[in-house]
């Protein structure tokens, strides 16, 4: 399976963003897609998730901001993240996992996509 992540960018606080991760490969061997983010210096962190029952996840501190979804059809899930805040700057990452039990660790997930960067200037 291979992910590729897209639609990162500099953007002002307040403003929106689509993250896209596209799938191909072996994409019906995965359930679960999450996205990640790390910044410089910080371990990286979960940011939301996806299985294929269409269940959403999200961790705290996007909670109310960012949607995660996904179109079966186009193999791609999204991350629209409103209210961008300079804490949200990092690089994106989605993976995938065969799991549908939510797992908020890295190393659960085998299959990564390359990053996109956020950038959210005051």
């Known amino acids: 399976v291979q992910l590729q992540a897209s639609g990162g960018g500099l953007v002002q606080t307040g403003a929106s963003l689509r993250l896209s991760c596209a799938a191909s490969?072996?994409?019906?061997?995965?359930?679960?897609t999450s996205w990640f983010r790390q910044s410089p210096g910080k371990e990286r962190e979960w940011v939301a998730a996806?299985?294929?029952?269409?269940?959403?996840y999200y961790a705290d501190s996007v909670k109310g901001r960012f949607t995660i979804s996904r179109d079966h059809a186009k193999n791609t899930v999204y991350l629209q993240m409103y209210f961008l805040e300079p804490e949200d700057s990092a690089l994106y990452y989605c993976?995938?996992?065969?799991?549908?039990?939510?797992?908020?660790?890295?190393?659960?997930?085998?299959?990564w996509g390359q990053g996109t960067l956020v950038t959210v200037s005051s």
């Open positions: 490969g072996r994409t019906a061997s995965v359930d679960t």
């Open positions: 993976a995938a996992t065969p799991s549908r039990l939510l797992s908020t660790t890295p190393g659960r997930y085998p299959y």
């Open positions: 996806i299985n294929g029952l269409n269940n959403p």
